[in-house]
């Protein structure tokens, strides 16, 4: 348990650092380095920590921008979609930016096992 939540902490650092020099599959290299670090006996547990760490990033850049133009500009992109209000596409874009960790992690995990 230890380590999932180092794994996530690290994983959702370094993936807001390379938010600054990569576009949106930075993530997805960061929790790929982030797996590289941690050893589990399954790559599961891996998949895991990048899921909730990009999902964690994501969400909570999502909400944070959100929150900037008081949920104006998602308002009238959920208007648009015809989704109802916009905090479907929070979650979705969470939900998206989390897979993208969670199989940069497990890709990790397998590279480390694959090499070992």
């Known amino acids: 348990m230890k380590n999932i939540l180092l ?4 994983t959702a650092v370094s993936g ?3 938010h600054f020099v990569l576009p949106f599959w ?5 929790a790929f380095l982030g ?6 006996n399954n790559s599961g547990s891996s998949f895991l920590a990048g899921f909730l760490a990009a999902f964690l990033l994501w969400g909570g850049y999502a909400l944070y921008l959100d929150y ?4 104006q500009l998602s308002g009238e992109l959920g208007e648009l979609f015809k ?8 979650y979705f874009s969470a939900f998206l930016g989390a897979m ?11 590279a480390k096992k694959l090499v070992s």
């Open 7 to 10: 794994q996530i902490i690290a």
């Open 16 to 18: 807001y650092l390379a």
């Open 26 to 30: 930075g993530i997805a290299v960061a």
């Open 35 to 40: 797996a590289l670090l941690f050893k589990y």
């Open 68 to 71: 900037g133009n008081a949920g």
């Open 83 to 90: 989704v109802g209000n916009g905090g479907f596409l929070i």
């Open 100 to 110: 993208l960790g969670g199989f940069g992690a497990m890709t990790g995990s397998l």
